[in-house]
């Protein structure tokens, strides 16, 4: 039971129209609907201003129904005009038929439906990519200038930008929803395949500079979700298998010359040592642990030299990680 309302506003009844949001919730809504393989993931709901008109209405009653039922997972994703009144403290979502005094839907009533369904709903993702979007999660009134955050079990916020900046658009795309995008297809996945919102944050941060707008990260989960997954880094076998390469968290592999097909200047040296081809298999697996950080080549600067030279390879700290739930199977 995983559901996504995908929301996209272009169109503005009082001008400033934008261009890249209907193209981000489209490409968002595709993207969260299946796995990498094609299985199915998230039920999605997709509105956005050049089907229908996306009144404060129409928006409130699709965020409530979001929101109605139980379900494992709800994510609500937003693309579009957001604004912060200075005066009364209170940031909203902004509607195509938003105006002053009525913008469009309360970020402060978002929160309190995602931690008031938190019985029902084990998990809520809010993603917002607007303006002034990282006001989302703080209650007006606390503390100095309201700026608390009150995030209910289960929930988890990720906002394009700081709730004093701007949200850009580049190329058709918000810039923040563009990063999103990249990530979702599986640039920010782990060794497993699997995307979380931790992993998608640390992505946008590492992309976006000091000098551009800031994403913001809250959460109060106990266990990360996964929004998507596509193929593992390293197949899940041979994961799986690690306890059996390395009896021991500090085994060292040894690798010779039968491993390695490829000897370059060691090769007229080598010749008489034959290539193994069960041995040379073991070893491109290793070759791929090797570029994700999960096994180091032993006094030696590549896994090439460690074969060649006949040293071998043990488990980095994150390899050692890995073995560890290979052996509580947990992969």
């Given at each position: ?19 890249g949001c209907v193209n981000d ?91 008031k369904e938190g019985s029902r ?131 060292i592999y040894q690798l010779n ?75």
């Amino acid at each position: 039971m995983k559901k996504a309302l995908i929301v996209g506003i272009d169109h503005y009844d009082l001008g400033q129209s934008l261009t890249g949001c209907v193209n981000d919730a489209v490409e968002i809504a595709l993207l969260l609907a299946t796995n990498e393989d094609g299985s199915p993931n998230f039920s999605v709901r997709t509105v956005t201003s050049d089907k229908i008109r996306v009144t404060s209405s129409a928006l409130q009653g699709e965020i409530e129904d979001l929101f109605s039922g139980n379900a494992d997972t709800v994510l609500f994703y937003f693309a579009g005009h957001g604004i912060l009144n200075q005066t009364t403290d209170a940031g909203f979502i902004v509607s195509q038929d938003g105006k002053k005094g009525a913008w469009g839907f309360p970020l402060n009533s978002l929160l309190q439906l995602a931690n008031k369904e938190g019985s029902r709903i084990r998990s809520t993702v809010i993603i917002l990519d607007s303006c002034n979007s990282g006001y989302m999660g703080e209650v007006s009134g606390l503390g100095n200038n309201g700026q608390v955050s009150v995030v209910g079990n289960g929930v988890t916020i990720l906002t394009a930008c700081h709730r004093e900046e701007v949200a850009d658009e580049r190329n058709g795309h918000g810039l923040f929803t563009s990063i999103l995008i990249d990530g979702l297809r599986g640039s920010s996945s782990d060794i497993c395949g699997n995307i979380t919102p931790a992993s998608i944050y640390s992505h946008v941060d590492q992309i976006l500079g000091p000098w551009e707008q800031r994403p913001i990260y809250k959460a109060n989960v106990e266990t990360f979700i996964v929004l998507r997954r596509v193929s593992p880094k390293i197949p899940l076998e041979f994961l799986r298998h690690l306890p059996n390469v390395f009896p021991d968290p500090a085994y060292i592999y040894q690798l010779n010359p039968s491993f390695e097909p490829e000897r370059g200047e060691e090769a007229d040296r080598l010749q008489h040592v034959p290539i193994i081809e069960k041995n040379v298999q073991l070893y491109r697996k290793l070759q791929a642990c090797n570029r994700h950080g999960l096994v180091v080549p032993v006094n030696q600067p590549h896994m090439w030299h460690a074969a060649v030279f006949s040293t071998g390879c043990k488990l980095t700290a994150l390899g050692v990680h890995y073995r560890k739930l290979a052996e509580m199977r947990r992969i």
